[in-house]
């Protein structure tokens, strides 16, 4: 089991960058691959980024460009950098790991509010 604390969230104007940390203990963090999802209030959770154990990267479209996700293995966390905030990026983002042939690994944080104002 892979326990995860996330952090780093706030309130950002429009245009604004803000840097997200998923902390994660509990399991050989290096082998997983990592994720960022999120939700926004009303909608279900979304994927956002992923980084495999070897620092291969993928972005949700709507993302990619603005959003970069890296991490950082002797710290055993991932990171969420964030450029260009839009109001529609608005939500709770959470993190969770992932290894082939079982799928997600962690129980859901309280994840970190990112409200961006327009």
């Known amino acids: 089991q892979v326990q995860l604390v996330e952090s780093g969230g706030g309130l950002v104007q429009a245009g604004g960058s803000l840097r997200l940390s998923c902390a994660a203990s509990?399991?050989?963090?290096?082998?997983?691959?990592m994720r960022w999802y999120r939700q926004a209030s009303g909608k279900q959770r979304e994927w956002v980024a992923t980084?495999?154990?070897?620092?291969?990267?993928s972005y949700l479209d709507s993302v990619k460009g603005r959003f970069a996700i890296s991490r950082d293995n002797a710290k055993n966390t991932v990171y969420l950098q964030m450029n260009s905030l839009k109001p529609e990026d608005t939500a709770v983002y959470y993190c969770?790991?992932?290894?082939?042939?079982?799928?997600?690994?962690?129980?859901w944080g309280q994840g970190t509010q990112v409200t961006v104002s327009s």
């Open positions: 969770n790991a992932w290894a082939a042939g079982r799928g997600l690994l962690g129980s």
């Open positions: 980084i495999s154990s070897g620092g291969d990267t």
């Open positions: 509990g399991s050989p963090f290096s082998i997983y691959a």
